[in-house]
């Protein structure tokens, strides 16, 4: 009999997406699926769409944020396998079945990873790809993590992996994601490719976690840089890892410049030049790493930027 999949979707006023996401785990040619959605106190008429699927479980009370919900629904799910689903993105058409026999192929596996698409839509328009994240994006170690891999949702989970490496931290608001598949990558968990579409991220005003708002970006990047503080700090933190998270800390010192810039905010912009430069002069590798990085851009990682229509 083919494994349980447990589907997990943190909601919160999510009205006009719920239906959607719902749909495309109702569509999919598998069984057996279990979905629990965890709803954090919705005022919008999100709880009564939901009341409308008998095959979902609803968890309703109050959270910390993001993280605990998820957590909640991983501790109360029932299947070998786990799945995370944002309330307000949707997974590609019959992808579970092939998706869940690469662990029958791999029974080593801790984890498979698929690929994705970020789209938009305006009302019933169709939908439309912004961006692919496809090979670069599938990869579980520290560097991949580190340069573009931090997108948990194209992946499926062996349930035993979060009792191997804990759940997912809850006093993270925005990167909570990336701080535990960072410890995964750290862990050497198995992971294994799936070169597939698997999930379709929707990038709306309103996403956590596709947002190019200005409102977004500072507390998203403080948790970054916040992340590699503490795990720079690890007295058992191989050295390889160490250089990999001095890049990537002055990468993000980078960008806080850039948005500071942009935004004209001049004390911000010196706090985050005197902190990159206090990092490059600390670790010369890392304004190595990071220059190197800019130059050749991370050619394993593919961009296609288009208009092309998803199906």
Not at 31 to 44: K, Q, R
Not at 105 to 112: G, Q
Not at 174 to 181: K, N, P, R, S, V
Not at 197 to 205: A, D, G, K, L
């Amino acid at each position: 009999m083919p494994p349980l999949i447990s589907i997990i979707t943190p909601c919160l006023n999510r009205v006009d997406y719920i239906d959607e996401a719902v749909r495309s785990v109702l569509d999919q040619q598998y069984s057996p699926i279990e979905h629990i959605v965890v709803d954090g106190g919705s005022t919008d008429g999100t709880l009564e769409k939901l009341r409308r699927y008998n095959h979902v479980t609803v968890m309703t009370g109050k959270d910390t944020g993001l993280y605990d919900a998820i957590n909640k629904g991983i501790r109360s799910s029932k299947g070998e396998l786990i799945g995370l689903l944002n309330s307000d993105d949707t997974y590609k058409k019959d992808v579970f079945s092939d998706w869940a026999q690469q662990f029958e192929r791999h029974p080593e596996a801790d984890v498979v990873s698929g690929n994705a698409v970020i789209f938009k839509q305006i009302a019933s328009q169709p939908k439309t790809i912004l961006r692919y994240l496809d090979y670069g994006f599938g990869g579980l170690s520290v560097y991949d993590v580190l340069t573009d891999a931090r997108y948990p949702n194209t992946r499926l989970y062996r349930k035993r992996l979060f009792d191997q490496i804990g759940l997912f931290d809850p006093s993270y608001r925005i990167a909570g994601d990336g701080e535990f598949l960072l410890r995964a990558a750290l862990a050497q968990v198995k992971n294994v490719r799936f070169p597939r579409f698997v999930y379709e991220y929707r990038q709306h005003p309103g996403s956590l976690t596709i947002n190019t708002s200005d409102a977004q970006w500072r507390p998203a990047l403080e948790e970054e840089l916040y992340i590699a503080q503490t795990y720079l700090v690890k007295d058992d933190l191989p050295m390889s890892a160490k250089v990999l998270l001095q890049g990537w800390r002055v990468k993000m010192f980078w960008r806080g410049i850039k948005k500071a810039l942009q935004n004209n905010h001049s004390s911000l912009t010196w706090h985050y030049v005197m902190n990159a430069i206090r990092s490059i002069l600390w670790w010369p590798m890392a304004g190595t790493l990071f220059l190197g990085s800019k130059i050749a851009r991370f050619p394993n990682i593919k961009y296609r930027i288009g208009q092309a229509k998803l199906s």
